[in-house]
């Protein structure tokens, strides 16, 4: 059983950065890979960013690559997507993920948190 809870969201100007943290608890957290997803007022849930158990292979949605960085600490038990040159699309709430295997697919997270806003808006 992994427990997930995600903090660092708010409301930030266009242009602006914010860094979501993800703390885990379970002694197999750093088993499993890791994943951001987002949803949107009346859109469903979407892909973000995910992260291998060892931190070497990373994935990106398009809509994101270049702007945020998914990274994670396994002493910690602890998963970080910094996100940079927000945009008003951006805006969702976020949610930190524990993931079967590697994947861009929300149908095989095994674990969810319970989501953080992020409101990207002058």
């Known amino acids: 059983q992994v427990q997930l809870a995600e903090s660092g969201g708010g409301l930030v100007q266009p242009g602006g950065s914010l860094r979501l943290s993800c703390a885990g608890s379970g002694r197999t957290f750093s088993d499993y890979p890791m994943g951001w997803f987002r949803q949107a007022p009346g859109k469903e849930r979407e892909f973000v960013a995910a992260?291998?158990?060892?931190?070497?292979?990373?994935y990106y949605a398009n809509s994101v690559k270049g702007r945020f960085t998914i990274s994670r600490n396994n002493a910690q038990n602890t998963v970080y997507l910094q996100m940079n040159s927000l945009k008003p699309e951006d805006t969702a709430v976020y949610y930190c993920?524990?993931?079967?295997?590697?994947?861009?697919?929300?149908?095989?997270?095994?674990?969810w948190g319970q989501g953080t806003q992020v409101t990207v808006s002058s």
């Open positions: 993920a524990a993931e079967r295997l590697l994947t861009t697919r929300y149908d095989l997270v095994d674990y």
């Open positions: 992260l291998s158990w060892s931190g070497d292979t990373t």
